[in-house]
């Protein structure tokens, strides 16, 4: 008997063993080589509910800063305050909002006392330590309104020494004036027009080069009150008035057949729209009462032309 060879039959099956525990750490190894995936980065955390005072807690190392201005005097910083939406939120209260996460998108109402608010949109928020974003700031006007007879002498506001002197079934084309102010701005502007005279009125139309008129129907805004009760309204959008310039325009009122408009008034109330967050949608809104009525615009411009 061969007592060599049966010493040596234990190597191989320890060979087999020692190769298969070297491929299985092997594979481990290489396994274990695998990069985790990155734990995506949180959109927000809203700590008071969107607009009514909620603050975003961002998980990204963006701050942002606001670069007021006031665009019509160069040179002249505005502190801002700003409510913001980042990818499709509620808006967050004001001043809420410091910092964001890189490749955030952000929709900013930014104001300032004494200005118009301004949205920004789509300004994505950069990989970097800072985001500066410019924020140009109207100055809100405050503008004077004339208002002319058919023969260019200027009416009383209200009535008094001069009024418009009408006959039954006449068309008048009333002329106004709007002169603006300097460096300032009234943004653009819903204008009411009222005849208290409705039932003897055929129709009334305001026209104008300057101010671009857009006849957007005849029902009054909730926050404009009717001084008579048989009243017409005529609601036009108008183009805003900037700096210390005179924009011109008119208005021709027209009674009906074998009507007259005298003893009556034609009244013009131009309101300053706004930007603003609404109470019930919660979306940016640009106009001059929200959804429930709530007045909102800037400033408003009337004058009255009475009919004698």
């Not at 061969?2 to 099956?13: C, F, M, Q, S, T």
């Not at 985790?36 to 807690?57: F, R």
């Not at 409705?198 to 300057?210: A, E, H, L, R």
């Not at 900037?242 to 009507?259: D, E, L, R």
Request: hydrophobic share 35%; net charge neutral.
């Amino acid at each position: 008997m061969n007592k060599k060879g049966k010493g040596k039959a234990w190597v191989v099956p320890v060979l087999v063993i020692l190769i298969v525990g070297m491929l299985a750490v092997a594979i481990y190894g290489i396994y274990s080589l695998k990069p985790t995936e990155q734990e995506a980065i949180g959109p927000q955390t809203n700590t008071g509910g969107g607009a009514t005072g909620g603050t975003y807690i961002s998980t990204g190392a963006t701050t942002l800063s606001f670069v007021g201005s006031d665009a019509l005097q160069p040179g002249t910083s505005v502190t801002p305050t700003t409510q913001i939406s980042i990818d499709g939120s509620s808006f967050y209260g004001t001043n809420n909002v410091t910092t964001a996460s890189p490749r955030n998108v952000l929709e900013i109402l930014a104001t300032a006392t004494g200005y118009h608010a301004v949205r920004l949109t789509g300004k994505e928020v950069p990989a970097a330590p800072t985001f500066p974003i410019s924020v140009p700031l109207y100055g809100n006007a405050s503008i004077t309104v004339t208002m002319f007879s058919t023969n260019n002498v200027v009416l009383t506001n209200g009535g008094g020494a001069q009024n418009q002197t009408v006959t039954a079934g006449g068309a008048y084309t009333i002329p106004f004036r709007f002169d603006g102010q300097d460096k300032k701005s009234t943004d653009e502007m819903r204008c009411v027009l009222e005849t208290t005279s409705g039932t003897n009125t055929s129709t009334i139309v305001m026209s104008s080069s300057d101010l671009s008129p857009v006849l957007i129907g005849q029902n009054k805004p909730s926050i404009y009150t009717l001084q008579g009760t048989g009243s017409a309204v005529y609601v036009y959008d108008i183009s805003p008035v900037t700096g210390a310039v005179s924009k011109n325009g008119q208005i021709q009122i027209v009674s009906n057949t074998g009507k007259t408009l005298a003893q009556n008034k034609l009244l013009l109330t131009c309101y300053a729209k706004e930007w603003f967050i609404d109470s019930t949608t919660g979306k940016a809104t640009f106009g001059i009462e929200d959804s429930t009525g709530t007045a909102k615009y800037q400033a408003a411009y009337t004058y009255t032309v009475q009919f004698v």
